[in-house]
């Protein structure tokens, strides 16, 4: 009996039972209520061995087959590096703990089925306790290929896997190693996934380098979260035939012509993609009109071409510690679709009416041709705002009341924004500097400043009211939503901040304004960065989607992403909408885009996703091998995180390691999740969340991307 055949009986007597068409019964007699012969009893019987593991039928004390009770759930297994795991399951909020004796030889990734061993509770002390369950089936293996670094034994290797969410080291022999040795990365293709007792085996299909090669570090990580980096060849001829420098003249016709207009682009010093300026005027009557300028890329990349296809597979530009990876070729988003100075360029532009209460009045969105004026960075606009730098002041001297009336604006914009409840997340985040060898010499925290933050209000702006006009128009079209966050999770934050002698009202529903109060509460506390990320982590991710339910963040009621269409998909599928729709061909596609839009929804939803993981786990790589230098020297750092197994404490220029129990002779730490606190049961010292503490560091490891720390104790 092949696989298949075997999959499909087995679904067969699956549905006979869960139809009830099948009473409970014996083995002959089932046997014989199937017609199945003698000769093929034997596959019978290995087949409802097969279901009855899987929690779908039982068997009686009597030998009667029948229909199961215990519920059979199917979700996505989420493997953690000790062991157990958890199951999340589409189109619900909790997911299902799976202890480590149940996961089965499951992988992180795996769609399996799962059978609940305990439904969730509250104990009489308050806590909550999640369900539990036990995988009794793997329907598909999410994982096909790992990378890792190779340990070669005499006849075969074993590759040791770089997710340490996978508690497997995958055995290859000889004939499928391409020779690799001990040291090197490479990328293994899984043939066998073993199971409980037995290694997956694995094909080495490709050598990455040594572990110590200059970029062998990010393009692992790149090539274990699956991210496209190489361009198909029929994208590399596509834009090597064309001239991708400047816009043909013939584009201009039918376009607002605004490169008489005052335009600057505000950037990163770094940054090559340049995909909106911003022109700004004020009138007699006080009204602002500004422009925001959106690069045309649909011009270019058109809808089921190759380059179309190989965007939407990429979904966004990834930017990674030591390169950018991007979703469109460079000689587009560097070149021809990039807003550089001094250029025409074809942009998509949206014009604004803002009176001084910050309400925009009127609106229009057309094609227009553009021509910047100026290329600035965050750096210099910073410093004319600040009148802190002489040299700058002088060389944009003609634009220095363009900025002070755009800092205006943008002013008068953030307070409209605030005062409907918008939650600012002014999280620390980091810059990590690299040598020319790819090693790290320093991390610094990166601020924002009035420049970033005058880009965001406009940005923001723009967003809005793109949205909006879709909205009423009642037009196909991708959103950018955010759900409020779960009751529970926000009951939860304010027991929490209760500790520090804060309070967050929550009535019948959760408001952004009573979040927004809470963090504008906390401003300039030793606390607001613990009590900032742990509002955070209640919050729910933001998506893509076809319907328009708000933005809960923002406090918005209508929000899309139509700025950045250089490096991400959705911004680019919209501005395909909003040209048809100017051009007044949008009614003979409305069916089309129904169809499509909410598949290209979720996959932007998902590669989103995988680009923050892969910037995150680059990060934490980088950071480990920092920190490695720094091995017995002794910082002071907050605590960021309270486990079972360990205490997270984070530094300020944000690397965070683990103060580890186990590491800890003769003392014991009894866990308060609730709480979020630990206590020494040899000192009866209280370790809490955001409480500052001095560590030494005793390990850092750039493979696992892990950090140890130990209590300092001779401070």
């Known amino acids: 009996m092949t696989f298949e055949e075997k999959s499909q009986r087995k679904e067969m007597l699956r549905s006979l039972f869960k139809d009830g068409k099948i009473k409970p019964m014996g083995f002959k007699e089932l046997a014989g209520f199937l017609g199945v012969p003698k000769e093929e009893r034997g596959d019978l019987n290995a087949l409802l061995d097969e279901l009855t593991n899987e929690g779908l039928i039982t068997k009686d004390l009597s030998g009667k087959y029948g229909l199961s009770s215990a519920r059979v759930i199917t979700g996505s297994f989420i493997a953690n590096e000790r062991g157990f795991g958890f199951v999340d399951v589409d189109g619900e909020t909790e997911d299902i703990f799976i202890p480590e004796k149940y996961t089965y030889g499951a992988l992180h990734g795996d769609i399996v089925r799962v059978k609940l061993r305990s439904e969730g509770f509250d104990d009489d002390k308050g806590g909550k306790h999640r369900r539990e369950g036990e995988i009794v089936a793997i329907e598909d293996h999410g994982i096909k290929q790992i990378v890792g ?28 190693s391409k020779s690799a040795t001990s040291g090197m990365k490479v990328v293994c293709e899984l043939i066998n996934y073993g199971d409980k007792n037995h290694n997956p085996e694995g094909k080495i299909t490709e050598i990455i380098g040594n572990i110590n090669d200059l970029g062998v570090d990010i393009m692992s990580v790149v090539l274990d979260m699956g991210i496209p980096h190489e361009f198909p060849e029929e994208v590399k001829a596509y834009v090597e035939s064309g001239n991708f420098i400047d816009p043909d003249p013939a584009e201009f ?17 770094d940054a090559k993609d340049l995909d909106d300026a911003i022109t700004l005027e004020k009138s007699e ?19 089921g071409s190759a380059l179309d296809k190989e965007a939407i597979n990429r979904g966004t530009s990834c930017y990674l510690t030591d390169r950018v990876i991007p979703m469109l070729p460079p000689q587009l988003s560097n070149g021809i679709c990039s807003l550089n100075a001094g250029t025409d360029r074809l942009a998509l532009s949206c014009f604004m009416d803002i009176n001084s209460e910050g309400k925009i009045i009127d609106h229009s969105i057309k094609e227009t041709v553009v021509n910047v004026d100026r290329r600035m960075s965050y750096t210099d606009v910073f410093a004319i705002l600040e009148r802190n730098n002489e040299e700058t002041l002088e060389k944009y001297r003609d634009f220095i009341d363009f900025f002070d009336l755009m800092a205006e604006l943008s002013a008068i914009i953030r307070k409209r924004r605030n005062e409907r409840g918008s939650i600012d997340f002014d999280l620390p985040e980091c810059k990590i500097e690299l040598d020319e060898k790819g090693f790290v010499t320093n991390i610094k925290p990166y601020e924002r400043n009035t420049a970033t933050k005058i880009i965001e209000d406009f940005m923001l702006a723009a967003n809005e009211t793109v949205a909006e006009e879709f909205f009423w128009q009642e037009l196909p079209f991708v959103y950018r939503v955010h759900e409020e966050p779960d009751e529970e999770k926000m009951e939860t934050l304010r027991e929490f901040v209760k500790n520090f002698g804060h309070r967050l009202h929550i009535r019948n529903e959760v408001h952004s304004k009573e979040i927004q109060k809470l963090l504008c509460e906390i401003e300039g506390t030793e606390e607001e960065a613990i009590i900032s990320r742990l509002t955070l982590r209640s919050m729910k991710q933001a998506r893509y989607s076809t319907e328009c339910t708000g933005h809960f963040g923002l406090a918005s009621k209508y929000y899309c992403h139509f700025t950045s269409p250089i490096r991400r998909y959705p911004d680019l599928q919209i501005h395909r909408i909003i040209k048809e729709y100017l051009h007044g061909t949008l009614n003979d596609r409305m069916n089309h885009y129904n169809e499509i839009l909410p598949d290209i929804a979720a996959r932007c939803s998902k590669t989103e996703r995988r680009a923050e993981e892969a910037e995150r786990e680059t990060d934490k790589m980088k950071k480990a091998e920092y920190m490695k230098s720094f091995i017995g020297q002794s910082f002071t750092g907050v605590i960021s995180g309270i486990t079972s197994w360990g205490i997270y404490v984070e530094l300020p220029n944000t690397c965070e390691g683990m103060i580890r129990f186990a590491d800890i002779e003769d003392d014991y730490f009894e866990c308060d999740k609730t709480m979020y606190m630990a206590k020494s049961r040899r000192t009866g010292k209280e370790y809490r969340l955001g409480e500052s503490v001095k560590i030494v560091v005793i390990n850092a490891d750039k493979q696992t991307k892990t950090v140890d720390f130990m209590f300092d104790y001779e401070e």
Do not use: M, W
């Not at 290797?157 to 969410?165: E, G, L, S, T, Y």
């Not at 016709?253 to 950037?267: F, H, K, M, P, S």
């Open 149 to 176: 670094v190779v340990q070669k034994k005499k006849d075969f290797c074993f590759v040791v896997p770089d997710n340490n969410k996978i508690n497997f080291d995958v055995f290859v022999d000889n004939k499928n």
């Open 253 to 269: 016709a039918g376009r607002t012509d605004i490169r008489n207009l005052r335009t600057v682009t505000i950037d990163g010093e």
């Open 285 to 303: 009557d006080g009204i602002y009109h500004l422009g925001v300028h959106i690069a045309d890329v649909s011009n270019y990349v058109k809808e």
